[in-house]
Structures are given as structure tokens and as C-alpha cells.
Nanobody, 126 residues
Framework: QVQLVESGGGLVQAGGSLRLSCAAS????????MGWFRQAPGKEREIVGG????????YYVESVKGRFTISRDNAKNTVYLQMNSLKPEDTAVYYC???????????????????WGKGTLVTVSS
């Protein structure tokens, strides 16, 4: 079992930055591929990006490339989502998730994730 707790959400103006954190319980954090997802009001949950177990490989959805950065610290059992140049369309509840599967593009889906956090709300005002 892995428990995930996101933090760092809030209200920010367009063009601003936020850093989300996701703290994981347990001793096997480094055994999980981690993903960040988001769900905007009235829309389906979508992938934002993900990171391999060692942190050596990262994937981003096209809409956030060059603005968002995912990193992890396995010693601290934490994965991060640094969000820069935020836009109103980035407004959503952001979730972190963990998958026991190896990192791949195919892993970057909701169905491939085994554990989910409860989410943190990010609101970007125009």
C-alpha cells in the first residue's frame, strides 16, 4: 500500500508559478513510476506527465512542455511538479499517482496507476 498526499495548490495569477509536492508513505517509493494528472471542471482527468522510478526519464503532455517540470527525491519519498508560466486553462485539481509498472508512454494513463492522492486545487486567474 502507498498513500499519497498532494500539497502546494492555491490561487495564482496568469504567468505565475506554483510547486506541487506529493509525499508518499512507505519504504518502497522508489519502486513506483509516478504520474501527475489533472481534472478541470467539467472535463475528464488527463495526464500531465510522469517520471520513472529512478527519475532518469520524464514524460510531459504537449500542452505543458517547457512550462512544467517533474522531479522526484526518493530519499524524501516525494515527487514534485514545478509549474511556471501558468495559464487560466491550467486551472484544475491536480493528482499524483503511483504505478508499479515500468515507465513508458503506455504507463502514462489513469488505468495504469495503482494508487492515487486526493488532489490539490490549482486556480489560475486571468
Amino acid at each position: 500500500q502507498v498513500q499519497l498526499v498532494e500539497s502546494g495548490g492555491g490561487l495564482v495569477q496568469a504567468g505565475g508559478s506554483l510547486r506541487l509536492s506529493c509525499a508518499a508513505s512507505g519504504r518502497t517509493f522508489s519502486s513506483y513510476t509516478m504520474g501527475w494528472f489533472r481534472q478541470a471542471p467539467g472535463k475528464e482527468r488527463e495526464i500531465v506527465g510522469g517520471i520513472s522510478k529512478s527519475g532518469g526519464r520524464v514524460y510531459y503532455v504537449e500542452s505543458v512542455k517547457g512550462r512544467f517540470t517533474i522531479s522526484r527525491d526518493n530519499a524524501k519519498n516525494t515527487v514534485y511538479l514545478q509549474m511556471n508560466s501558468l495559464k487560466p486553462e491550467d486551472t484544475a485539481v491536480y493528482y499524483c499517482a503511483a504505478s508499479s509498472r515500468a515507465f513508458s508512454i503506455a504507463t502514462m494513463t489513469s488505468r495504469a496507476m495503482d494508487y492515487w492522492g486526493k488532489g490539490t486545487l490549482v486556480t489560475v486567474s486571468s
